[in-house]
């Protein structure tokens, strides 16, 4: 997709990781940009969000790493399905049926430019 949205996909999934919200649950979009944006804002930034997550790691794998998963799973459900709807036209250039199919890496870089989606 994109090195820029890769970065950003990450820090949300660390920022949702160290929030306050439970992987017991299935958050709504509201719950989660707004648990990312209070993680960020209380860690000092996204890099001290990344911080608290290899602390968690060093600390306790065994929970870190499910956690993380759940992390991943609830940002890519949220944004990454919405960051595909939104590349209709480069999608549809690279002959897939449904973004829904698209997995990462599916779409040629240079299908992403602005050029190559008007």
Known sequence: MGRDFDH????RADALFVSHLSAQHS???IEVET???QAVRAHGGT???AG???AAYGGHPETAAPRMRWARAVVD???L???LASLGPAIQAAGVDSPASVEVG???PSALTPSART
């Open 106 to 108: 599916d779409i040629e």
């Open 77 to 79: 459900n949220l944004f």
């Open 8 to 11: 950003l996909m990450s820090a």
């Open 81 to 83: 399905q919405s960051r």
């Open 35 to 37: 648990a990312i944006r």
């Open 47 to 49: 890099r001290g969000c």
């Open 52 to 54: 608290e997550v290899a």
């Open 27 to 29: 958050p709504t979009r």
